[in-house]
């Protein structure tokens, strides 16, 4: 079959039906989840993308032939189903069908490489290696659900407040941050490596007067980790504002990851009711504590940590014990920051820079950046990197540079918090880390 016939066009998706339909002849399409036969009666769960409906097929009151046709249906195989509506108090949204006509589209081979009714649970690496059916299940579905709700209204709330978007590439001759976790690619006759984030090009479009941009797109970063949190590839949603300095770009994250919670929680309901989680509204500003004090408090918790040095592991996890929620951790020293973070002025050893933390998760970084171009060459030397390599970048520094700030957010790490997830790769579709290039 190359095409649907006309007379086969879903009516309805399982969400829409209820006893209000009561006596209503529709049409559904979706897979076989579950079918039970009884004899004298056989029952077969539907799924679409939006729920379940019940089949429901009395052997005295179905045709022989099409009482034979149900019986040889398999799970997971897909299907459209001709039928009237009937109230029925025990099945999904209190309706189910008497089937008509049913039209098998394919026919699942059996036995299935995993369980998508959840009854026999699977390892995570068994789920990802079939991933096609994992993500039939609808307690992993709902995740994605979520997380196209949270990045549409990111889109929105970008949109609605001035910011123009922008596709930066993806290609890049030099490293964004400097450092050595880049994958190197043939380009050519040269070597390109893919973008580590799009840093230098969305301070570029400063440059170029575009005043506020933001992008949605993937990063890719060569880091050795083998974490729960950690991917090399990612998505980051990014944005950059001129004449504005660090403290209001975290006002700009503050109020977009409270009018996402906000959406989430009113428009997936469903969702979180099957993920089993109770996502907590936060208002007003988030709890800001600077560096300091956060070394002080992780110090007070016999966990050793000197000043000047990043979070370690065991670090994050005794400062998100005692935050909670979301906060901004600010005033990072200088010195452990990319090389275009804007130094204090009145104290250089200290930064523009901040941190979104949700309890023991960074979430989000970013920054007042640096926009006087010998400042910058000067901070790019001292990276040990060699200034000529970002000719480019820097020219745009030399021809009208407004003050400007920014941040990237790791969308994967957002959906975690709103999911109440802890392994990153069930946030995203087809994870890619140090093992795992395939499916």
Request: proline share 5%.
């Amino acid at each position: 079959m190359t095409r649907l016939s006309n007379d086969w066009r879903r009516t309805h998706y399982t969400k829409d039906v209820d006893e209000s339909l009561t006596g209503e002849n529709i049409t559904v399409m979706g897979w076989i989840h579950e079918i039970r036969d009884l004899g004298g009666i056989i029952f077969v769960l539907i799924r679409d993308r939006d729920g379940m409906i019940q089949l429901t097929a009395p052997s005295k009151e179905i045709d022989d032939e099409l009482l034979e046709q149900i019986r040889k249906l398999r799970k997971e195989s897909v299907i459209g189903l001709k039928g009237t509506v009937q109230e029925s108090g025990k099945a999904p949204n209190g309706a189910e069908i008497i089937p008509s006509e049913i039209k098998v589209f394919s026919l699942a081979n059996q036995p299935l490489p995993m369980d998508p009714t959840e009854k026999v649970k699977a390892e995570i690496d068994t789920r990802l290696d079939s991933r096609f059916i994992d993500l039939r299940k609808p307690s992993v579905s709902a995740i994605f659900k979520i997380k196209s709700k949270m990045l549409h209204t990111v889109r929105t709330f970008f949109e609605e407040n001035g910011y123009l978007e922008v596709n930066t590439p993806k290609l890049v001759a030099s490293a964004t941050e400097g450092g050595t976790e880049l994958f190197p690619i043939t380009y050519f006759e040269k070597e390109a490596f893919l973008g580590q984030s799009p840093q230098l090009y969305k301070q570029m479009m400063m440059s170029a007067g575009f005043d506020k941009v933001y992008e949605i797109a993937q990063i890719f970063r060569a880091e050795e980790h083998d974490t729960l949190r950690h991917l090399n590839e990612a998505i980051s949603i990014d944005m950059e504002a001129s004449f504005m300095d660090d403290v209001d770009v975290m006002k700009v994250l503050n109020d977009l990851v409270q009018e996402v919670i906000i959406n989430v929680k009113n428009d997936c309901k469903e969702e979180l009711k099957t993920l089993e989680v109770d996502l907590a509204t936060p208002e007003g500003h988030f709890e800001i504590v600077n560096y300091d004090d956060a070394v002080d408090m992780i110090n007070s918790r016999n966990v050793p940590m000197e000043w000047g040095e990043d979070l370690s592991r065991a670090a994050e996890k005794v400062l998100g014990d005692m935050m909670d929620g979301y906060y901004f951790l600010t005033e990072w020293p200088t010195e452990i920051k990319p090389f275009y973070v804007m130094p204090n002025e009145k104290n250089p050893i200290k930064s523009h820079a901040f941190d979104l933390m949700y309890k023991d998760l960074e979430i989000s970084s970013g920054a007042m950046r640096v926009h006087q171009h010998d400042l910058l060459r000067e901070k790019i030397a001292e990276k040990g990197l060699n200034p000529d390599a970002f000719g480019g970048y820097l020219k745009a520094f030399e021809y009208g540079m407004p003050p400007h700030s920014g941040w990237g957010l790791g969308a994967d790490r957002f959906n975690m918090t709103l999911t109440g997830l802890e392994n990153i790769r069930e946030t995203v579709l087809f994870p890619r880390d140090r093992r795992r290039l395939t499916p």
